[in-house]
């Protein structure tokens, strides 16, 4: 398909055991004979698919060892880009491989752009899109469960469930095309209850799917926490408590936390993205005003917001300030200081709609605190669900897919509609074309060419 041989490291650039320097395509088995000398004398051209060679890598314009390596040569098809693959294993060290690298560009090699690789593994029809994005979402997860779910997904788990749904959609194309060249009333009555219910099922699928979608992101992207409050109410001791580190400055001044502070923290296998932030108060002080409007800003795109308060300080406008405006947030109260003599009680804070509340002493009891909290976030989230992900269940983890599905269910639900209304056959042809083409958009077939360039560049160089 493609013709031009590309080159990267692999490994991450740094000291480690081993570093792995990355060809694929037509000349790729060339390029490393060029540079790699077996102990053996044996070129890399001649050694049977799947083996190893230990040797040398050598500057072929001068003569000079490299490295000691291990080739590893993996032929077409039979490899992870479907094209002629070597690896050159060195030591792991940074100068050792990039001067590697550059010795196979040197002998004609292209530098490969981020995620070229895969994406060449999906041109070549090794892996389908779902597949090749699931393999970026398995380097980066930092869950056990949203590992399980992106291994599940690179094994098929999503895409077997759209081409169940396509393949139950493309056998009503086939009836509506047949019909289209005869009158209407010509289909029997028997056909036509058929294509109802098979759309009426097909779309309810499709909706069974999307209510996956807000557990999935939440599953590959983390929950976006978001701890917020007045100054010296206890947010970064909040931050540290859950980290289980010193991580956060945690002082007795107001106004400690100037910039927000990020960490992901692993709550029962659900990645939990904690954003520690500086406290929201009216400041004549730059810097802090910088902060506060950061906060602001962070607060409009948290998953979830943990507002904190604290009982031994009287409230304040700023306090209800930010209660207003979470309002429409998922968040949790929570009422700090608890080891003080209070100043105020639950019902001051006036109606709050539900919003869970949690009483504590961040000072004293850290790691009951953890447990709670832990609970009502997972409640939150619907762990139940969450947790039992595994088993290969199709889940959507990504905006895409979500966006892709909906525009599908939207076709579905308009075909549908035509059909019931007993408009002629053929305006239902056009809405079926439609859902089976955002349908495709998930697995890749019909995906736009800037499309994918958006989603393999941001993959990381050498995968
Ligand atoms: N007595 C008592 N003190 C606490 C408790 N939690 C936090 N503190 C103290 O409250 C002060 C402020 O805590 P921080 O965690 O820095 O508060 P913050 O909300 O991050 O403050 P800013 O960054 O200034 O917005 C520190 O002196 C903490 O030790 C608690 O449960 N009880
Ligand atoms: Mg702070």
Redesign the pocket.
Known sequence: MTELTIAAVATPLGEGGIGIVRLSGPDSIAIADQVFRSKQGQSLKKLGNYRLRYGKVVDPETGRTIDEALAAVMRAPHSYTAEDVVELQCHGGVMVVQEVLSLCLRQGATLAEPGEFTKRAFLNGRLDLSQAEAVMDIVRSQTRLGLEVAIDQLEGSLSRKIKDLQERLYQITVQVEASIDFPEDDLPEIELQLMEKTLVETTKELAQLLLTADEGKILREGLKTVIT????????????TLLDEKR???????????DSIEEVVNLRGIPLRLI????IRDSSDMVEQLGVARSLDLLEDADLVLH?L?R?EVLTAEDFAVLERTETKRRIVLI?????PPLWDLKDLGNLQGTPCLE?????DGAEIVQRLGDLILDFVGSGQITSSAGSRALITRTRHKHALEAAKLALEESLQTLQEGFPLDLIAVDLYGALEHLGEITGETVRENVLDRIFAQFCIGK
């Open positions: 409050g007045k100054p010296n109410v206890g947010k970064s001791s909040l931050l540290n956060a400055l945690v002082t007795d001044i107001p106004g400690t936390t100037r520690d932030t500086a406290g904190v604290d031994s700090n200081k608890v080891d003080l504590m002493s961040l000072l004293k």
